[in-house]
C-alpha cells in the first residue's frame, strides 16, 4: 500500500538495528534470560520438540520451509526481546509501542480496507496483512493494553490509550469476527474482575465507552451474525465437511494416527489430504485446503502430546505468572 514502507523493508530494517545493539553494546543483553525463566525455557522445549517431529512427520520438506522461514523470523523476535528487554520501562516502551500500532493499523483499515458483504454480513474485506479474524486477535492483545496506559501513562501514553479503547472496538465490530466479539467480552470482564486501583464507577464509564462505541458503529447485520453464537444449528461450521467441527474432527483423527510427535509443524493441511477419510473419499476431485482454525488441535495434531503439554503450560502458566508478577510491581 506504501511503495516506500517496501523500499526500506520496516520490519527487517528494525531488527537489524535491534541486532546491531546487541553487537555494539554487549552490557545490554543479558542471554541468561533464555535459560533463567521457565517460559523461556519451555519455548526452547518446544523448538526442540518441533525438530524432532518434523523429522517424523509426514513431510520434512514442509516442516523445514516453515522452521527456517516464518518460525525463525518469530523466534528470532522472541530471543531479542527476552535477552533486550530486562527493566520495567523497557516493557512500559513495548506496550506502549504495541498500542500505538493497533491504532494505526486500525486508521489504515478503516481508510483502505474498505467493507464486503459477499458473505451476506458487512466485515473488513481482507487486506494484504490481515484477514477479519487475524485482525481480531492483534487488536485483542491491544485493548487490555490501551487500558492500561489510560490508568498509569504520561500525558502522551494517556490519549493514545484512550484512541485504541475507542478505536480498537469499533474496528472489532466491522470485522464481523465472533470469537473477536468473545474475545472483547473476556476483556470486559477481566477488567471487571482483576484490573486493581480502578473504581467500580471508572470501570463502567469505560465500559460504557465502549459499548457504546460497538453500538453506533455496528453495522446492520452484525447483531443477526453474533446471534448465530447462541443458534449455531445451522451454520456451516456444525453441517459442512469444510466447517470447523469436521475439521476439528478430524484433527483429532490425525492425533489418534500420529499421538506421539504428530505430523510435523505445519502438516495439519497436508494430513488433511492424506489422512482425512474426506480426503480418501474426494480421490482425484481435489480438496480444499482446510486449516485447522483451533490453536489446540493443531499443535496436538503437529506436534503430538508433548508438544501439546508445553503449549498449554505456556498459556495456563503464562496467565499464573502475569497475576503473580503484578504483585511484585511498586503500586504506582
Known amino acids: ?53 518434523a523429522l517424523a512427520g509426514l513431510s520434512l520438506g514442509a516442516s523445514a520451509s516453515f522452521l527456517l522461514g516464518t518460525f525463525s523470523r518469530v523466534f528470532l523476535l522472541f530471543a531479542l526481546m527476552v535477552v533486550l528487554l530486562d527493566r520495567v520501562e523497557h516493557l512500559r516502551g513495548l506496550m506502549t509501542a504495541y498500542v500505538a500500532s493497533s491504532v494505526a493499523l486500525v486508521l ?46 504520561g500525558r502522551f501514553e494517556r490519549s493514545l490509550g484512550w ?30 474482575f482483576l484490573a486493581p486501583g480502578i473504581s467500580g464507577f471508572r470501570k463502567g464509564l469505560v465500559l460504557a465507552l465502549a459499548v457504546g462505541a460497538t453500538a453506533f458503529f455496528a453495522p446492520a447485520t452484525y447483531w443477526k451474525q453474533i446471534g448465530t453464537i447462541l ?4 451454520d456451516y461450521n456444525l453441517t459442512d465437511d469444510s466447517g470447523r467441527i469436521a475439521i476439528w474432527s478430524r484433527g483429532l483423527g490425525y492425533v489418534a494416527e500420529h499421538p506421539f510427535l504428530g505430523v510435523g509443524p505445519d ?3 497436508r494430513a488433511g489430504w492424506v489422512l482425512s477419510d474426506v480426503a480418501r473419499g474426494l ?9 485447522p482454525h483451533n490453536s489446540f488441535i493443531q499443535v496436538w495434531a503437529e506436534l503430538g502430546t508433548a508438544g501439546l ?20 510491581f511498586r503500586r504506582p
Open 1 to 53: 500500500y506504501v511503495g516506500v514502507a517496501g523500499v526500506i523493508r520496516p520490519g527487517l530494517l528494525l531488527m537489524t538495528l535491534a541486532l546491531g545493539v546487541a553487537v555494539l553494546y554487549p552490557r545490554a543483553i543479558r542471554p541468561e534470560n533464555l535459560v533463567r525463566s521457565w517460559p523461556a525455557r519451555t519455548i526452547l522445549a518446544l523448538v526442540a520438540i518441533m525438530g524432532v517431529s
Open 108 to 153: 489504515f483499515v478503516l481508510v483502505l480496507g474498505g467493507l464486503d458483504t459477499g458473505s451476506g454480513f458487512a466485515r473488513v474485506a481482507g487486506t494484504a496483512m490481515y484477514d477479519g479474524n487475524d485482525l481480531g486477535a492483534v487488536l485483542l492483545v491491544g485493548f487490555p493494553l490501551a487500558l492500561l496506559l489510560v490508568q498509569v501513562g
Open 309 to 328: 503439554l508445553a503449549w498449554l503450560s505456556l498459556i495456563v502458566g503464562g496467565c499464573w505468572s502475569c497475576l503473580s508478577l503484578r504483585k511484585t
Open 163 to 192: 484512541a485504541g479503547f475507542v478505536l480498537i472496538p469499533l474496528l472489532l465490530v466491522l470485522t464481523g469476527s465472533r470469537g473477536a466479539f468473545l474475545g472483547l467480552v473476556a476483556a470486559a470482564l477481566a477488567l471487571l
Open 267 to 269: 502438516n495439519f493441511i
Open 231 to 234: 443458534n449455531p444449528t445451522s
Open 283 to 291: 480421490a482425484g476431485r481435489g480438496l480444499r485446503d482446510l486449516a
